[in-house]
């Protein structure tokens, strides 16, 4: 929401706050108008971790593809160790020992870079989906407090109910987060 909208809607509701009836409209609005900024910056911060924990689990996956390729080039000095003819067997033989033992490590390495790399990717899916949780109850507090407003110039008490049963699905949007695993 702008500011300039939020200043109109405020001006609105000072306006209609002059008249008795129309107070407890004019209490909703800036309720409505808390939790709007409220799931707003939770929206916003919960988007911003995703990101971040996106960039760990690039990381993560970058770090499991420079040990796979080190696998794979000590594999292939491996391979090449064992058909090219080499005038001391031994030094080639105890060269070739020394990648195996590199292959083993690497290739124990590789299931536990997999495995944090699918694990952070895991965390982004649930946080990108509390993000979404914010997104909708912004846009449901939003949708409420301006249908709460169109009260105020209509007089008619269903647009009130109205903005209030969207203010509730927002609130209950935001507090679906808490059921998120």
């Not at 971790?49 to 593809?65: G, M, R, S």
């Not at 796979?68 to 060269?95: H, P, W």
Request: net charge negative; hydrophobic share 45%.
């Amino acid at each position: 929401m702008e500011a300039n909208e939020a200043q109109e809607l405020q001006e609105h509701a000072e306006h209609g706050a002059h008249e008795p009836s129309m107070r407890p409209v004019a209490f909703t609005m800036s309720v409505l108008a808390v939790l709007v900024a409220i799931a707003t910056v939770l929206g916003h911060r919960t988007h911003t971790e995703a990101v971040l924990d996106q960039n760990k689990a690039t990381d993560q996956w970058n770090e499991y593809q420079a040990k796979k390729i080190r696998a794979y080039n000590t594999q292939l000095a491996g391979d090449m160790l064992k058909v090219v003819q080499l005038s001391d067997k031994k030094a080639a033989e105890k060269i070739a020992e020394g990648y195996k033992s590199h292959q083993e490590k690497w290739t124990d390495d590789l299931k536990g870079e997999q495995e944090k790399a699918e694990a952070l990717e895991t965390k982004v899916e649930l946080v990108e989906a509390r993000g979404n949780r914010f997104d909708l109850a912004e846009t449901l507090l939003e949708i409420g407090l301006v249908i709460t407003s169109v009260t105020l110039l209509t007089k008619r008490r269903a647009y009130w109910y109205a903005g209030i049963a969207a203010g509730l699905a927002g609130i209950v949007s935001a507090l679906s987060v808490l059921l998120l695993k």
